[in-house]
């Protein structure tokens, strides 16, 4: 357990580098509580711990973490500057989960203080030089005893708890599936021109519980469609193994997962498949009615194919030309130029995220991503 100085130089140790008086840091404190309320206080404070490696930092709301408090567990989402309705649907949205709102009291604020120092910090506003030492230039007066606690906690960044039991799945789950969760049903974490709908896409793919939410945490917070594209396409890239697997098993008889079959090959063997033969492969398990939708049919990155005659595989090659173009600038086994416009983004990740879930819902039981590290951090917390 940290000792309290070590507390007091997380509390006031920015405040005072602001102010150009590190010199302070050793005399800053807080106050004590009073009576009635310190012996509470310290026992709670005893029953809290930080999740580890648990921290996410999210767009402009700072960072979603967990602390655990006794039997229970704490959400806690920095929620600076949130207007009414956004609070309220950050509230709705872990709701769902069965989490309940909670206050910052003295003790979990010592907590997030100390434990997430850098990442939990006082207000902007603060920070200025002159105003940083107007907060903790009472230091320097001969009858200072401290701050008091509830004062200096106005001075940090504000943050939302939320208390839930530790049997729902937000208490163990990975920590990128709770933060995406929140991401996905909260539009304060998201631009404000990313779709609705791709969202809510976003999160159902979420739901599955089989695809990597780390993926789906940065498509959600993507700045532009094409970063989101290109998360998904990762999503999809996960996949590329089945094909191979499937066949395997179909052929040999193999049990298992299709993940847990193609991770012993490539320990074993040192197997690894090709990506532009595995997109095409891929697609060809997809439902045909879905992977030739009449929404790309339309775009002008597909106008040069003839739809009443390419298969499940030409279109997979398509989408694999974008996404080369995207991180290599140039399809260098096809350098044929397509037209990639602006209104084709919206329409390509909406595609391309039907297709996905499409698969992981399908072939669910061999994309069994690892969902258990978050359950293993919060035993060991």
Not at 24 to 40: Q, S
Not at 96 to 116: P, Q, R
Not at 282 to 293: E, G, I, Q
């Amino acid at each position: 357990m940290p000792q309290m100085k070590e507390h007091w130089q997380a509390i006031f140790g920015e405040l005072a580098a602001s102010a150009g008086r590190e010199d302070l840091v050793g005399k800053l404190r807080t106050a004590d509580l009073p009576d009635k309320i310190k012996e509470a206080q310290l026992k709670k404070y005893k029953s809290l711990a930080i999740f580890p490696d648990d921290l996410v930092e999210m767009p402009r709301a700072g960072f979603v973490s967990r602390i655990k408090s006794g039997d229970e567990i704490l959400i806690c989402v920095q929620t600076d500057d949130f207007s009414t309705s956004e609070l309220q649907e950050l509230e709705n949205s872990l709701a769902a989960y069965g989490a309940n709102s909670d206050e910052l009291d003295e003790s979990t604020f010592m907590v997030l203080s100390h434990g997430l120092r850098g990442a939990y910090r006082p207000k902007a506003d603060f920070l200025d030089k002159d105003a940083a030492f107007n907060q903790i230039g009472i230091a320097e007066e001969p009858t200072y005893e401290g701050h008091e606690i509830s004062d200096v906690m106005q001075l940090f960044e504000d943050v939302s708890l939320f208390r839930i039991d530790p049997n729902s799945d937000l208490a163990s789950c990975n920590k990128w599936f709770l933060a995406a969760y929140i991401a996905a049903c909260c539009s304060a974490f998201r631009t404000k021109s990313f779709p609705q709908d791709t969202s809510e896409k976003l999160n159902a793919l979420l739901q599955l519980k089989n695809s990597n939410p780390e993926l789906i945490f940065y498509a959600v917070t993507s700045i532009h469609l094409r970063q989101c594209f290109l998360e998904v396409y990762r999503g999809l890239e996960t996949l590329f193994y089945l094909p191979w697997m499937k066949l395997l098993k179909d052929e040999l008889s193999f049990t298992g997962s299709g993940r847990s079959l193609a991770s012993t090959l490539r320990k074993s063997i040192g197997w690894r498949q090709k990506e532009k033969e595995s997109i095409c492969e891929l697609f060809a398990l997809a439902d045909n009615a879905m992977v030739m939708d009449n929404r790309i049919n339309s775009l002008p990155s597909f106008k040069d194919l003839n739809f009443d005659e390419v298969n499940n595989q030409a279109i997979a090659r398509r989408i694999y030309k974008i996404r080369n173009i995207l991180v290599h600038q140039e399809d260098y086994d096809d350098p044929s130029p397509i037209n990639l416009t602006q209104e084709c983004w919206p329409v390509l990740v909406d595609y391309l995220l039907d297709v996905t879930v499409h698969l992981y819902t399908t072939f669910g039981a061999d994309a069994d991503f690892d969902f258990d590290e978050g359950a293993r951090r919060a035993e060991n917390a």
